[in-house]
C-alpha cells in the first residue's frame, strides 16, 4: 500500500514524498501512518507551524476529541500525534473531502508535474513496521 505526503514551505517550495508500507494496514491506519510520517519530516525540516490537511474523517475527528479512539491500534496511533504535535509552535488538523485531496493520490503514483516554475522534490521511502507496537 502506498501513500503520499505533500508540503509547502513558506518560500513556496513543493517537497512530496512518498510511502510504500510494506506490512498490512487498514484504510485509516495508512492515513495514520502518512500523518506521522508527515509530522516526523515537518519537525525534521524544522517547521514551527504546521497545517495538515487530512481526507480521513475518523483520524481529523479522533484527533480533535470529536470522537473516542475505541481500537487498541487508533489509540496508539492518537498518541504518537499528539505526541509529534508538541513539537510545533502551531499545529492545525483539518478534514478536506477525499476529492480535495488530488495531492496525495497523485503521489501514490508518482505523477510529475510539467510546471518548469514549481520546485519539485519527490522523495520516496519505505516503511517497514509500524509506528505503534501490537499487543
Same mark, same amino acid.
Given at each position: 500500500?502506498?501513500?503520499?505526503?505533500?508540503?509547502?514551505?513558506?518560500?513556496?517550495?513543493?517537497?512530496?514524498?512518498?510511502?510504500?508500507?510494506?506490512?498490512?494496514?487498514?484504510?485509516?491506519?495508512?492515513?495514520?501512518?502518512?500523518?506521522?510520517?508527515?509530522?516526523?519530516?515537518?519537525?525534521?525540516?524544522?517547521?514551527?507551524?504546521?497545517?495538515?490537511?487530512?481526507?480521513?474523517? =475518523?483520524?481529523?475527528?479522533?484527533?480533535?476529541? #470529536?470522537?473516542?479512539? /475505541?481500537? %487498541?491500534?487508533?489509540?496508539?496511533?492518537?498518541? &504518537?500525534?499528539?505526541?509529534?504535535?508538541?513539537?510545533?509552535?502551531?499545529?492545525?488538523?483539518?478534514?478536506?473531502?477525499?476529492?480535495?485531496?488530488?495531492?496525495?493520490?497523485? =503521489?501514490?503514483?508518482?505523477?510529475?508535474?510539467? #510546471?518548469?516554475?514549481? /520546485?519539485? %522534490?519527490?522523495?520516496?521511502?519505505?516503511?517497514? &513496521?509500524?509506528?505503534?507496537?501490537?499487543?
Amino acid at each position: 500500500m502506498w501513500v503520499g505526503i505533500r508540503f509547502e514551505t513558506p518560500t513556496s517550495e513543493i517537497i512530496e514524498q512518498s510511502f510504500r508500507l510494506l506490512f498490512s494496514a487498514s484504510n485509516n491506519e495508512a492515513k495514520y501512518e502518512a500523518l506521522i510520517a508527515g509530522l516526523r519530516l515537518a519537525n525534521g525540516i524544522g517547521a514551527q507551524e504546521v497545517i495538515t490537511y487530512c481526507d480521513s474523517q =475518523l483520524v481529523v475527528n479522533q484527533f480533535n476529541g #470529536d470522537y473516542k479512539a /475505541k481500537d %487498541v491500534r487508533m489509540e496508539a496511533y492518537l498518541r &504518537i500525534v499528539k505526541n509529534l504535535v508538541h513539537k510545533f509552535k502551531k499545529f492545525e488538523l483539518v478534514c478536506i473531502p477525499r476529492g480535495e485531496n488530488s495531492s496525495a493520490d497523485t =503521489l501514490t503514483a508518482l505523477a510529475s508535474t510539467s #510546471d518548469s516554475d514549481i /520546485k519539485r %522534490v519527490i522523495l520516496v521511502e519505505c516503511i517497514a &513496521i509500524r509506528s505503534i507496537s501490537l499487543p
